[in-house]
């Protein structure tokens, strides 16, 4: 949400950056809340350099912290959601994704492959691409435009 308080943003813009360079800031990270990492996925104001950031974070909540092994498949599959598959790397979704079982869980082949075509499409076409409502449906399994 954009209604952070001004002492909370700058935590939001710096976390997922710096979290996995600075063990102090990691060992925090993944011994937060469930809300707070579903609010720090969620935000516009949280900045990373390649959404492979986020999913690391993510992946190092869920697997390396004493909330993150506790919670439900439906709740790995929510936080995943929040997760821009499209603007992963391809090599990270072609030699990552398949290997972390969790994830392989949480998705179906078909959102692999989206988010892989996405990756590798050339500059022109993911502009025409973004310019798709991304809001997941039945008929259109993709994922949103990156905030």
Do not use: M
């Not at 469930?34 to 969620?42: G, S």
């Not at 516009?44 to 092994?69: F, K, M, Q, S, Y």
């Amino acid at each position: 949400p954009s209604n952070h308080s001004p002492l909370v943003r700058p935590l939001l813009l710096l976390l997922l950056l710096q979290v996995w360079g600075q063990e102090v800031l990691r060992d925090e990270f993944i011994n937060l809340p469930l809300a707070a990492v579903q609010c720090l996925l969620a935000s516009d104001h949280t900045a990373v350099a390649a959404e492979n950031t986020a999913l690391v974070a993510l992946a190092g909540w869920i697997e390396e912290g004493p909330l993150g092994r506790t919670i439900t498949a439906a709740q790995r599959k929510q936080l995943l959601s929040l997760i821009r598959l499209p603007y992963l790397t391809s090599s990270f979704i072609g030699d990552i994704l398949h290997s972390v079982s969790w994830i392989r869980e949480s998705l179906d082949t078909r959102q692999l492959l989206n988010a892989f075509q996405f990756a590798v499409a050339s500059d022109s076409t993911r502009q025409r691409l973004a310019t798709y409502d991304f809001a997941p449906s039945a008929a259109t399994p993709h994922y949103r435009c990156p905030r």
